[in-house]
């Protein structure tokens, strides 16, 4: 790859699109070159996304397929699931490095994914293919992937809460996971379960043990080599505010292990992931993290013996187009922490 790295966003007028525009107009180094909408082209990015006005003269555009592939290095997919894979595996075929934010590509089994998803996978055949982008787990394999399947808000969570002790072989069972999301985890498009009047003064249970983030988390723990974690039984909550993401997981340990193994464990786990701060003096929260590419973590032994932590992250970044950007940083042979993602948040 060139010092200059030409990238295209598909569904750029969505939230997850306007955070990747975010980081990239203010790259010396990065080109954005299509920032495509299906219905928007020539509308300027600034009428869209209005913290971006007067920022850029970009506008949205409907590029063909020819000319992705002909100007961008790199692509960005922030579309729906399901349209994603339509819209990404032509241009994957076609030799285009590739940066999915959907749920499309992240499980390997088709079967996992028919069941969780609801439809038969489109191009099965990529899913051997997409490597999985969780840069604490697969940072190497990141670096060298074409087709990147970055993952999103609850199961960014819920795998930085599991993923240490899972490496060290510590879970059994089933582990039991509540989180709570803002409501920007649901898109840009207003429909009747996630418009502000009806959550903005209540805390609503939905996919309750059937949200389609679960199996990917069981699938990176075992690729961690936590194969004795048996499920996750999951309840996500919409909460009444705009971003971030707090989750807590339980789940059985082997026997003897206490609250300072699993300090020490979390801690040299993430000693070398730039956005992951593991806490002991206070707890995980969504202020600290909003806007940012951090996530907060807190891990403990309950007298009952189970491990309990507490995972805190702002779902469109850390858990959305940060960690695309993160990996794109990797892929693009970057610092891990380039296009401004160590920026840190606001407190209060
Ligand atoms: N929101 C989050 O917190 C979050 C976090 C992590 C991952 N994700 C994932 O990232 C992806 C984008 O999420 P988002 O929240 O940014 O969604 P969004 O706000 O609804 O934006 C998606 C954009 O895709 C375009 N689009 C919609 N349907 C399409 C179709 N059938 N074909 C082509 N383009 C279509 C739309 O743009 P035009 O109408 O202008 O074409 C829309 O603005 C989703 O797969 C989501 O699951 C979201």
């Not at 569904?11 to 928007?40: C, K, M």
């Not at 339509?86 to 390997?108: K, M, Q, W, Y």
């Not at 795998?159 to 840009?188: D, F, Q, W």
């Not at 590419?293 to 189970?306: D, H, L, S, W």
Request: hydrophobic residues 40%; charged residues 20%.
């Amino acid at each position: 790859m060139t010092n200059m790295t030409r990238i295209a966003i598909l569904g750029a007028t969505g939230y997850g699109g306007g955070e990747l525009l975010r980081f990239f107009l203010r790259t010396p180094d990065v080109e954005i070159v299509h920032a495509t909408s299906r219905g928007r082209a020539g509308v300027s990015v600034g009428k869209v996304h209005c913290n971006l006005e007067g920022l850029t003269d970009l506008t949205f555009s409907d590029p063909s397929r020819e000319q992705l592939l002909e100007s961008t290095d790199v692509i960005f997919g922030a579309l729906p699931h399901g349209a994603s894979a339509e819209n990404l595996a032509p241009l994957v075929d076609a030799g285009a490095t590739v940066i999915d934010l959907s749920g499309d590509f992240r499980l390997r089994d088709i079967e996992q994914y028919k069941k969780w998803y609801g439809r038969e996978h489109p191009r099965p055949d990529l899913l051997e293919t997409a490597v999985y982008g969780c840069p604490e787990l697969n940072r190497d394999r990141i670096a060298g992937a074409r087709l990147v399947a970055s993952p999103g808000c609850f199961a960014t969570a819920i795998n930085i809460a599991l993923l240490p002790a899972a490496k060290r072989g510590l879970l059994k069972g089933t582990a039991e996971v509540l989180a709570i999301t803002g409501s920007s985890g649901s898109g840009a498009e207003a429909k009747p379960g996630t418009h502000h009047p009806t959550r903005a003064q209540t805390v609503r249970p939905y996919k309750v043990l059937s949200h389609q983030h679960v199996p990917e988390c069981v699938q990176l723990c075992h690729d961690a080599g936590g194969a004795d974690l048996g499920a996750i039984s999951f309840t996500p909550l919409s909460g009444p505010y705009v971003r971030g993401i707090l989750a807590v997981a339980t789940v059985d340990v082997i026997g003897g292990v206490n609250t300072v193994d699993v300090e020490t464990a979390y801690s040299e786990f993430y000693a070398n992931a730039p956005f992951v701060k593991v806490l002991s003096g206070r707890e995980p929260e969504v202020a600290g993290v909003a806007g940012t590419n951090y996530a907060e973590v807190r891990a403990r032994v309950t007298p009952e013996g189970r491990l309990h932590v507490i995972c805190a992250l702002d779902n469109l970044v850390k858990g959305g187009a940060g960690q695309a950007v993160q990996c794109f940083n990797l892929v693009t042979g970057r610092a891990e922490t380039a296009c401004g993602l160590d920026w840190p948040g606001m407190w209060p």
